[in-house]
């Protein structure tokens, strides 16, 4: 096990990394103002099994193997950026369904099954494949895990599990607020007619831009 020490300056900075807004805050605030809390939570908890992934593949040095070959990074960078476009350019050619107003709440709506309507584990599962396939991810357990692992102390891979872990938990906290923050606003939207825009036009664009971004990320 790491040192307390350790564990708490891992902890402060962790936090502080994961509340600066970057793709998958970008994810979650678009999820969860399209489609309403449940969807946005959904999300979250993909993204974080995705990081979970990283985890695992940094424990037992698969993220050190994916930084040392070009092409393996770059199967992983499209293949990631390719899912994120498909979405992209799907959300923008189909028309949002219909809020059903007499449900009594937006999540309701968000969560049926007609007019193709985003479901919880399809947002899951968005969240789970974005994390996953963000090579960028893998990099970074590589270069930030070993500044808080001691070498002298227990196994370096029960070290970096641990503090792997922590960083998923943080995840969670930092990425739920940013969905429940994000949700809360979405009533407001529902009154008006910003929110079939938002769900349609902003979030294609958004999930296009990130698929962009995740095809410029280089190895170094």
Known sequence: MPELSALWSFTAASLALLVIPGPAVIFILNRSVA????IGLSAVGGLELGTLMHVLAATVGLSAVLAASEGAFNIVKYLG?????FVGLRTLSRRPAAIDMASGSPDHAA????????TNVRAFRQGFIINTLNPKIAL????YLPQFIDPEKSSSALQSLVLGLIFVA????TDGIYALVASSL????????????IQRF???AVFVLLGVLAASAKVS
């Open 140 to 143: 970074f357990f590589l270069s």
């Open 111 to 118: 969560t049926s099954a007609h007019g193709g309507a985003i």
């Open 81 to 85: 950026a390719i899912y994120l476009i």
């Open 35 to 38: 489609d309403g809390r449940a």
């Open 202 to 204: 902003v979030a294609g």
């Open 170 to 173: 943080c995840g969670f906290l």
């Open 186 to 197: 979405r009533d407001s939207l529902v009154k008006g007619k910003a929110l079939p825009f």
